[in-house]
């Protein structure tokens, strides 16, 4: 299986990797997925009193397409409301990389740990977590 | 040196131009089907079948009229299993084999068991060999057939076949061994490890694809198996179909080569696989999987842990390797042999498969060693666990969402 020419330069280029300050209540930190399952995804947002997020940073261990998933989300996410953020759905990054379907998962994989920093994040500034729905798995 | 460089060896090999040369003649003048009894054409390649049949008769130690070609080791597995299994019937119907073997024996068992018939799939040690011990207490009055492979094709580890075959005699039972990955690597005796059933493959050993055989013993004692496949009854009935000449003319050329060459082959290759382990496994948390005393030469399986498997092969594309990360296979489960050596779901999903072979050079490891170290280097700079590693923190005290 050959992959898009999209997967290639994220995979290769990856954005944003790195890691910020999880204790600073300005950074959302989303960690999901299993070593056991192949796939884990650590994606973190810092996000100024405008509710804005001004910069993303993730790492992710797994295929070259969950990378790739991680890479553009952060590309993604920088500089969006965290409404905006909230909106961003799996289909959007499959449709961007051209993933097969043998890999949406990582895609789903990436929509919940943007999720999961935007929850952590609520969480750690008195709000209350966004009721997610659990039907990807 | 050519880029990609092809180290999946175990998965297939090119074929050595010599068995090319080999073939020719028998695709277009030489065509003629081998039994055709009654002219010149026939007679030719009759001729050619009968040379072949004793190169690989002399590469296993058998007798020609051991061998019966087949279209390859899974043919030879499914034939070697369902065929014993109904010929012997009426003495038994219970086979054992193991966990680590390829699928085309596992699933041909599987068929054995929807015919009523009971199999013990034993389990293997840390190191991938069988427990000579579990396999003594699972033998029964009832077993027919001990089915253990020669050498494993993802971690190369060789099984204590003649201590294997002594125990299914003593116990009454044949004993069968796939031996695709084995033969014209290292020694293979029929006689001197007691095989009474070897399955063996062409396309391995530098040889075309679709040609394969089965050794089927013939004295002491006289193995029988139920054809698969109804027809005119080539191979002494066993195999039914014409035969496939420049196939078998190539098996045949294959094996004489392998002959000539496995000894300072099997050390060249052995060097530059220590060679490629010990510079890899200088990076921090890698691990060797399987038995590193009693293997094949040619193949190392390793662990890096906390990358992923295809991520890792993405970074190396320069070279052809094979991972048994869940990501690569169709089932996206990980490797279950990995698996049955006790391996953590995340180390089998980190391991990467090298396989040398006839055309590897010193050349092309040492850049193979080059690609690798800095593949599992960036791909560790992406990874979220491996700076939890280094942070110290237990990944096992986690609590993972299973997706």
Excluded at chain 2, 174 to 192: C, E, H, R, S, Y
Aim: net charge negative.
């Amino acid at each position: 299986m050959a992959y898009s020419d999209k997967v290639i330069d994220h995979y290769t280029n990856p954005r944003n990797v790195g890691t910020l300050d999880k204790s600073s209540h300005k950074v959302g930190t989303g960690l999901v997925g299993a070593p056991e399952c192949g796939d884990v995804m650590r994606l973190q947002i810092e996000v100024d009193d405008n509710n804005i997020i001004t910069d993303a940073k993730f790492k992710t261990f797994g295929c070259g397409s969950a990378i790739a998933s991680s890479s553009l989300a952060t590309e993604w996410l920088k500089g969006k409301t965290i409404d905006d953020a909230m909106a961003i759905d799996n289909m959007d990054i499959v449709e961007e990389l051209a993933l097969p379907p043998v890999k949406i998962h990582c895609s789903v994989l990436a929509e919940d740990a943007i999720k999961a920093a935007i929850n952590d994040y609520r969480v750690k500034n008195g709000l209350a977590p966004i009721e997610l729905e659990k039907s990807h798995h | 040196m050519n880029i990609p460089i092809y180290l999946d060896n175990n998965a297939t090999t090119p074929m050595d131009p010599r068995v090319l040369e080999a073939m020719i003649p028998y695709f277009t003048q030489k065509f003629g089907n081998a039994a055709s009894r009654n002219h010149h054409f026939g007679w030719v390649a009759e001729e050619a079948v009968d040379y072949a049949r004793e190169q690989v008769a002399k590469l296993i130690g058998a007798s020609e009229k051991e061998i019966i070609f087949t279209s390859g080791a899974t043919e030879s597995d499914n034939l070697a299993i369902k065929g014993v299994f109904e010929m012997y019937k009426d003495k038994g119907n219970h086979i054992i084999t193991a966990v680590t073997e390829h699928k085309a024996i596992l699933d041909a068992c599987k068929h054995v068991e929807k015919l009523g018939g009971k199999v013990t799939y034993l389990p293997v040690k840390e190191d991938g060999l069988v427990d000579l011990e579990v396999l003594e207490q699972s033998m029964t009055s009832e077993t027919i057939l001990v089915s253990i492979m020669y050498g494993n094709n993802e971690i190369g580890v060789i099984q204590p076949i003649k201590e294997i075959a002594a125990i299914a005699h003593k116990h009454g039972a044949l004993f069968m061994t796939d031996a695709t990955q084995a033969v014209g690597k290292i020694p293979v005796d029929v006689n001197a490890d007691g095989i009474d059933l070897l399955a063996l493959s062409a396309h391995k050993m530098y040889g075309p694809k679709g040609i394969g055989a089965l050794y089927v013993r013939r004295k002491g004692p006289r193995v029988k198996v139920t054809a698969q496949m109804d027809g005119g009854g080539h191979e002494r009935g066993m195999r039914s179909g014409t035969l496939n000449v420049p196939g078998i003319v190539g098996l045949g050329k294959a094996c004489e080569i392998a002959l000539q060459e496995m000894d300072a082959e099997a050390l060249r290759l052995s060097s530059l696989r220590d060679k490629l382990e010990s510079s890899l496994t200088v990076l921090e948390e890698s691990y060797v999987n399987g038995n590193v005393n009693h293997r094949l030469p040619h193949v190392a399986n390793i662990s890096f842990k906390y990358v992923e498997g295809e991520g890792l092969m993405m970074a190396m594309k320069d070279l052809a390797v094979s991972s048994g990360s869940a990501c690569t296979s169709a089932s996206l489960e990980p490797s279950y042999v990995l698996k049955s050596l006790g391996l953590s779901d995340d180390l089998a999903h980190s391991s990467i498969r090298f396989g040398l072979g006839r055309f590897t050079t010193e050349e092309e490891v040492d850049y193979a060693i080059e690609v690798t170290k800095k593949a599992v280097t960036h791909l560790r700079e992406l990874s979220p666990l491996w700076e939890m590693f280094k942070e110290g923190i237990d990944l096992d005290s986690i609590e993972w969402a299973e997706h």
